[in-house]
């Protein structure tokens, strides 16, 4: 299948600082890419639909100032929580899916390893 | 794009066939059932999806009913390390993959 990388694995940060996560597709090129955010035992919740060189879209009740999200290559979308406070500390997942017509159509997502970010 | 239903949790030996059911009575016509699992702390994972025939691969296989209300997930031989949360998702290939709860399944040595 297809590999979706995504960095940092785990970041701690102070109150009031900006954290940026990156999310990379190795070995295709993703024409769509999508972030989620996860709570303790809960479901992974939707966040924001990123079109390479387009704005984002985001889900009713996301603030778009304040999670960033920038999708400048077919390869590449970033994730920045800008202000970071504590309730914003989650589990932050990434994925990406292809309009290709090869075997990694069929609108299949592949998702990132996630990024644990706990704010201080 | 249509709800499921799953059972919140099952348990399952090791080495025997897991069932995870999934019921999806609004499905249309142009909707597809994505199975997707989510390990412990890690990203979800792709599993298989299908419109209305059974599929197979190397992970498991999907049977979905006639009516295509209903779908069953087939692990055939269960170990430790499918432990993890499945979702079944329906949604046409426009939409956007909306997670539910999914079934915690739990396999025991």
């Known amino acids: 299948g297809a590999v979706v990388s995504q960095h940092p694995s785990r970041v701690i940060c102070k109150s009031g600082t900006s954290v940026k996560i990156e999310c990379r597709s190795l070995d295709f090129q993703a024409t769509t890419m999508f972030w989620y955010r996860q709570f303790p035992k809960q479901s992974l919740m939707l966040m924001a639909t990123s079109n390479e060189g387009s704005k984002a879209t985001y889900e009713q009740g996301v603030e778009k100032d304040k999670f960033l999200i920038n999708h400048a290559s077919l390869t590449l979308s970033t994730l920045t929580v800008t202000s970071a406070h504590p309730e914003d500390s989650s589990f932050y997942i990434c994925?990406?899916?292809?309009?290709?017509?090869?075997?990694?159509?069929?609108?299949?997502?592949?998702f990132g390893a996630g990024t644990r970010l706990s704010v201080l | 794009d249509a709800k499921t239903t799953q059972p919140p949790s099952m348990d399952c030996a090791e080495g025997r066939a897991a069932n995870l059911p999934c019921n999806h009575s609004t499905i249309s016509g142009n909707e597809y059932v994505y199975w997707y699992r989510q390990i412990h702390s890690q990203g979800p994972q792709y599993i298989i999806h299908g419109l209305k025939n059974n599929e197979t691969n190397e992970m498991a296989s999907l049977i979905i009913t006639e009516d295509r209300k209903s779908s069953t997930l087939i692990l055939p031989h269960a170990t430790l390390r499918d432990t993890a949360v499945y979702y079944c998702?329906?949604?046409?290939?426009?939409?956007?993959?909306?997670f539910g709860q999914g079934t915690e399944l739990s396999v025991k040595p």
């Open positions: 994925s990406a899916k292809t309009a290709g017509l090869a075997v990694l159509a069929k609108n299949i997502q592949y």
């Open positions: 998702i329906v949604y046409n290939q426009g939409g956007k993959l909306i």
